[in-house]
């Protein structure tokens, strides 16, 4: 990718994202200002954003924000399942581009790993995502964003556009590192009084025997109600639910 020339049209892009973003407060609010920005603004299908407390987390964001196409969207916890890991993104060569340079594009990277090739091929290739570029933003702290941007045809944002986007992503960096971030979510709001109870005695170090004399029920009853607190919670282990119930 080769900077070029801008044309008024093009700083008229960048300045009509950063206004549409000028008076945003936090990251959450941000997040979804922007796509709705880059869709109506640059000659994209799709937009997303995905943000992490660092460059690597960010692929697994449970929270991203997608504008543009509704299929797409509900395939989101297909990529978060199957594909976050092998995101082209996340590649060093990607990476390496993004921290340079800001941007990056799918036809700018060449040697990339076996697994982002069968991602390009069976995720970005199956939804014919032709046009496929990125764009890195700073957060607080080292926390990153990425926003994606997409289209069916490979020519949609041409070398004008990367530039332009390059000249966005600095100064909108100025901005995205002011911002608050979102508040921790609490993983425990949604649990009933009785697995409220069952997650505090994990939390106090009681095996499920323990817990079902205490609570007067079978083991095999409290083993149900681990795994329906672990997947309402979204922890992956007792420990990590204890850690949650103590932070409350």
């Keep these: 990718m080769t900077e070029v020339a801008l044309r008024t049209t093009d700083y ?17 609010e941000f997040r979804t200002r922007i796509v709705d920005a880059m869709i109506d603004v640059f000659p994209v299908r799709i937009a997303t954003c995905f943000v992490g407390r660092d460059y690597a987390s960010q692929f697994a964001d449970p929270d991203a924000t997608l504008a543009g196409a509704e299929a797409w969207e509900r395939k ?31 036809t700018d ?18 939804w014919r995502m032709r046009s496929v570029n990125a764009m890195s933003l700073d957060l607080p702290g080292q926390a990153r964003a990425l926003v994606g941007l997409f289209d ?26 002011g911002l608050v971030p979102a508040p921790r979510r609490d993983l425990l709001a949604a649990l009933t009084e009785r697995q409220w109870e069952v997650a505090q005695l994990v939390a106090d170090g009681l095996s499920n025997a323990a817990i079902a004399r205490r609570l007067t029920l ?13 997947a309402a919670t979204g922890c992956t282990s007792r420990t990590q639910l204890a850690l949650e119930v103590q932070r409350q």
């Design 218 to 230: 079978t083991e095999d009853t409290v083993k149900k109600y681990v795994s329906r607190i672990l």
């Design 12 to 28: 008229r892009r960048v300045f009509e994202v950063l206004d549409r973003c000028a008076d945003v407060r936090t990251v959450p």
């Design 152 to 177: 069916n045809d490979e020519d949609a944002l041409g070398p004008r556009d990367l530039t332009a986007l390059q000249l966005l992503a600095r100064q909108l960096s100025v901005l995205t590192r």
């Design 76 to 106: 989101r916890s297909v990529y978060q399942k199957d594909w976050a890991r092998f995101d082209i993104f996340g590649t060093p060569e990607a990476r390496r581009r993004l921290e340079a340079r800001r941007v990056a594009s799918l």
């Design 109 to 126: 990277l060449r040697d990339l790993p076996e697994e982002s090739a069968v991602y390009v091929r069976d995720y970005l290739d199956a």
